[in-house]
């Protein structure tokens, strides 16, 4: 049973970090595409970071380039979401996603259609 099970998540002042783990148990990663998606209240969930473990180069949201960085830790099946100078509107729950091979076309990583494994979610809040 794949499993993905996220941390980290928490109540920041504007400007502040947080960074975000996601666990995933039951399956390798090799080959696999993660992502981050988040969704704030009354909005659609929305594109963060992904990667794929056949390159690692991250691909992120324009909203978030330059402040957050996803990275991966082969050894331990986790990827993170360091996310630094957050902004009220970075408030949302965060999930993080699986594709599994064959993964989708790297023009659809940012749909959440791709993504065949749902982690449960971390809140994120930042205050003004």
């Known amino acids: 049973q794949v499993q993905l099970v996220e941390s980290g998540g928490g109540l920041v002042q504007t400007g502040d970090s947080l960074r975000l783990s996601c666990v995933v148990s039951g399956r390798a990663l090799r080959n696999s595409q993660m992502a981050w998606f988040r969704q704030a209240p009354e909005k659609e969930r929305e594109f963060v970071a992904a990667?794929?473990?056949?390159?690692?180069?991250?691909y992120y949201a324009d909203s978030v380039k330059g402040r957050f960085t996803m990275s991966r830790d082969n050894a331990k099946n986790t990827v993170y979401l360091q996310m630094d100078s957050l902004k009220p509107e970075d408030t949302a729950v965060y999930y993080c996603?699986?594709?599994?091979?064959?993964?989708?076309?790297?023009?659809?990583?940012?749909?959440?259609?791709?993504?065949?494994?749902w982690g449960q979610g971390t809140q994120v809040t930042v205050s003004s």
């Open positions: 996603a699986l594709d599994t091979p064959p993964v989708s076309i790297l023009s659809n990583l940012r749909f959440a259609t791709s993504y065949d494994y």
């Open positions: 990667v794929r473990w056949t390159n690692n180069n991250p």
